[in-house]
């Protein structure tokens, strides 16, 4: 049990320093997706 908390100790913040990537990322994402979206439906104007 001992080993699964210190586990879990080490899991958690590599967990979340991977979310405060992955975040960012996701947000860029769709904003690019949406310029992409705008872009081509201002092109078939």
């Not at 991977?18 to 979206?37: E, N, T």
């Amino acid at each position: 049990m001992e080993l699964f908390s210190s586990l879990i100790q080490q899991i958690v913040p590599a967990t979340i320093d991977s979310f405060g990537v992955w975040i960012p990322l996701a947000f860029g994402l769709a904003v690019g997706v949406a310029y992409v979206i705008a872009s081509a439906a201002r092109r078939s104007r």
